[in-house]
C-alpha cells in the first residue's frame, strides 16, 4: 500500500442514533427551559448574557439554560490566544478593556520564516497585525463569561454532554444528554445515571470545533455549504521560562513539509510563562506527519531553544480548527428550533488567526433572533440576516480564497494570497473548490522522517496526556467508532494524526485507548468518529 484515502475508511456518521424523536424511551429526569444552549465556551455564553439582559430590559422571565460537556467551565477551552475585543466592548458597553480577563496588550510582534536552523523575519501581512489586541487565556475567559452569565441567572449545568438531538417532525426541540457510570460493554453500573433530556423552545447549538450535533442537523436537513469544511489541528503547550519574551511572534516553514499549511504561535501570557503551538492543516499529504512530533521538532530550532532554555512545559493541549472560511459556512445557520454559533458553524478567518470574537458576536446575534423569536413569532432565519450584514460576512468574504490558495503547496499558496490581500479579496474573481480532509490521498514514504511519530525528541504523548490533566476513568466504553477490519496501514496513518496517543497500530490492526482522548476531533476529520462520553471525561485546562 503507497497510499491510502482516509475517506475509504471512515465510517458515516451515525444518523440513526444521533436524531431522536421527543419522548422516546430511556432518558431519566426531564427538563423544560425556554432556551437551551449546547456549549459553555465564547459563543454560547455571550449568547446567554446577551438573551438574559434582553429579557431583563424587556421585564420578561426567561429559562435560559446552558450544557457543558467538562466538569468545570472552560476545562475543555483551549486557543491562542490573540483576541479582537470588539464583541467584549458591544457585550459589555459599561466595561474599559481592562476589566476584560486579558493579561496584556500586544505591545510588539514578529513573523518569521524558519529553516532547520536559521530564521528570516519577514514584514507581518496585513492580516495578522495584532496592535491594539490582547493576548489571553481562553480558560480565564470562559470561567469569566459564565460568572457574568450565572449573575444573570443562566443556569449553567456543567458535566452535561448533549448526545442526541431531539426533535418534533422537522423541528429542533431539545438535546438528550450522554449516559454515566456504563461499564467497557457499555452496560449501567450500580453508580451510573440514565441520560437526561433537556427540551426547550430554541436551542442553540454552540459546541466548538466539529460539533456533532451541529453535523447532524446539517446532515439530516440536508443544508449544504459550498464547498466542505476544513479543518486544521493545533497542539499547544504552556511553558514556565527563565526567560522573559516582549512581543507576540508567528513563524511559518520549518518544520512543516512544503505541501502542508500551517506555522506557529509564541505568545507571552506573563514575563515567564509563554503559550507556544504548532498549527497544521488536515489536508496534508504525508501518512506519517504528525503534529504532536513537529511541534518537539520545532522547539529545537534557535529561535524557540534559548526561550526554553532552563523551563518547564506545564500544561499541554490539542484541539481542531475549521478553516474553510466563508465557502465552507452552512447555506443556512438557523432552522426550526435551532441555530447554529461559532466554530460549530465555522465562523473562524484563518488570514488573521481569529474566531473568538466572531463566536462572541455570532451569540450576541443569535440571542436578538431568539428574543424576537420567542416574544413575537419571528423567524429564526433573523439570525442568517444579521450574520450576512454584518462585519463576520465581509471579513470572511474578503479573505474567501486565502486558506484555500495553500492547496497548491507554501509557495505557490503564499503568492496568490498576497496578491488577495493586494486586491481586497478581489484576486481571483471565482472561488476555489475544495475536497473534504478525509478525501485528500496521503502517501507513505519510506524511512524516518521529520514529524514521524518514532522521532526520539521532547514530550512524549504518553507524558503530553499527563499535563492536559486529563483523568478519564479507564474503565469507560469507548466513544470513538471506526470502520470494521482497518488495516494495520491505516492504524499507523491515525496512530501519526492523534496527538494523544490514542490509537495503536497492532498486529490485528487497530487498537483504541479511548481513555486518552483529549476530545480534539482529530479522527473525527480523518478517521473514527468522535462521540460525546460522560461528563467531566477528558482534559481539564487550567490556562490554555
Known amino acids: 500500500m503507497d497510499k491510502i484515502v482516509p475517506a475509504q475508511y471512515q465510517p458515516p456518521l451515525p444518523l440513526d442514533k444521533l436524531i431522536l424523536q421527543d419522548g422516546a424511551e430511556g ?8 432556551v437551551l444552549i449546547v456549549g459553555a465556551g465564547p459563543a454560547g ?23 457543558e460537556k467538562a466538569e468545570a467551565l472552560g476545562e475543555h477551552s483551549l486557543s491562542g490566544a490573540v483576541v479582537n475585543p470588539r464583541a467584549f466592548r458591544e457585550l459589555f458597553p459599561d466595561l474599559k478593556d481592562s476589566d476584560f480577563p486579558f493579561r496584556a496588550p500586544v ?34 475567559v470562559v470561567r469569566w ?15 452535561f454532554p448533549a448526545a442526541q438531538l431531539l426533535v418534533r417532525d422537522a423541528a429542533v426541540a431539545g438535546v438528550r444528554t450522554a449516559p454515566a457510570g456504563l461499564d467497557r460493554d457499555g452496560k449501567p453500573t450500580p453508580g451510573g445515571t440514565a441520560p437526561n433530556d433537556l427540551v ?32 486544521a489541528l493545533g497542539v499547544k503547550e504552556l511553558w514556565e521560562t527563565k526567560q522573559p519574551l516582549d512581543r507576540v511572534i508567528h513563524t511559518l516553514g520549518w518544520p512543516l513539509p512544503g505541501d502542508a499549511f500551517g506555522g506557529s504561535f509564541v505568545y507571552p501570557l506573563e514575563p515567564n510563562l509563554v503559550a507556544l503551538g504548532l498549527v497544521v492543516g488536515l489536508d496534508y499529504r504525508d501518512a506519517a506527519l504528525d503534529v504532536h512530533v513537529l511541534l518537539q521538532r520545532l522547539k529545537q530550532h534557535p529561535l524557540l531553544r534559548a526561550l526554553l532554555a532552563g523551563g518547564e512545559m506545564v500544561e499541554w493541549g490539542a484541539k481542531t480548527i475549521p478553516e474553510g472560511g466563508f465557502y465552507s459556512l452552512p447555506e443556512r445557520r438557523s432552522g426550526a428550533g ?14 488573521s488567526l481569529k474566531g473568538i470574537h466572531y463566536a462572541m458576536h455570532s451569540g450576541i446575534y443569535a440571542a436578538r433572533a431568539i428574543f424576537q423569536n420567542l416574544k413575537n413569532g419571528a423567524a429564526l432565519s433573523e439570525y442568517d440576516r444579521l450574520v450576512d450584514a454584518s462585519y463576520i460576512a465581509r471579513d470572511l468574504y474578503r479573505t474567501r480564497n486565502m486558506r484555500l490558495a495553500f492547496r497548491d503547496g507554501f509557495y505557490l499558496g503564499g503568492i496568490q494570497a498576497a496578491l488577495m490581500t493586494l486586491t481586497g479579496g478581489r484576486f481571483p474573481n471565482g472561488k476555489y473548490r475544495m475536497h473534504a480532509d478525509v478525501e485528500v490521498a496521503r502517501r507513505f514514504s519510506p524511512g524516518l522522517r521529520p514529524g514521524s511519530a518514532e522521532t526520539p525528541v521532547g514530550v512524549s504523548k504518553v507524558d503530553a496526556v499527563f499535563k492536559s490533566g486529563n483523568s478519564t476513568r479507564d474503565t469507560i466504553p469507548s466513544h470513538l467508532i471506526p470502520a470494521k477490519d482497518v488495516p494495520v496501514e491505516v492504524a499507523r496513518f491515525y496512530a501519526h494524526v492523534c496527538p494523544a496517543g ?18 480534539c476531533k482529530a479522527t473525527d476529520v480523518l478517521g473514527p468518529r468522535w462521540t460525546p462520553r460522560e461528563g467531566g471525561s477528558g482534559p481539564k485546562y487550567k490556562r490554555m
Not at 455571550?46 to 446552558?66: M, S, Y
Request: hydrophobic share 45%; proline share 5%; with cysteine.
Open 45 to 67: 455564553l455571550a449568547c446567554a448574557i446577551e438573551l438574559a439582559r434582553l429579557a431583563k430590559a424587556d421585564r420578561t422571565e426567561l429559562n435560559i439554560g446552558v450544557l
Open 200 to 231: 426547550a423552545k430554541v436551542t442553540a447549538l454552540a459546541e466548538g470545533t466539529r460539533g456533532l450535533l451541529a453535523q447532524a442537523w446539517c446532515q439530516w436537513q440536508r443544508v449544504p455549504s459550498e464547498n466542505p469544511q476544513i479543518f
Open 502 to 519: 490514542v490509537y495503536e497500530a497492532i498486529d490485528g490492526g487497530l487498537r483504541i485507548n479511548a481513555p486518552n482522548c483529549i476530545d
Open 338 to 351: 435551532v441555530v447554529l454559533l461559532g466554530d460549530a458553524a465555522g465562523f473562524v478567518d484563518v488570514p
Open 107 to 140: 505591545a510588539k510582534e514578529a513573523v518569521y520564516l524558519l529553516t532547520a536552523e536559521r530564521r528570516w523575519r519577514l514584514p507581518t501581512p496585513p492580516t495578522m497585525h495584532n496592535r491594539g489586541y490582547y493576548i489571553a487565556s481562553l480558560c480565564e
Open 27 to 34: 432518558a431519566g429526569d426531564r427538563m423544560e427551559l425556554d
Open 145 to 159: 463569561l459564565g460568572a457574568k452569565a450565572e449573575a444573570l441567572g443562566v443556569n449553567v449545568f456543567t458535566g
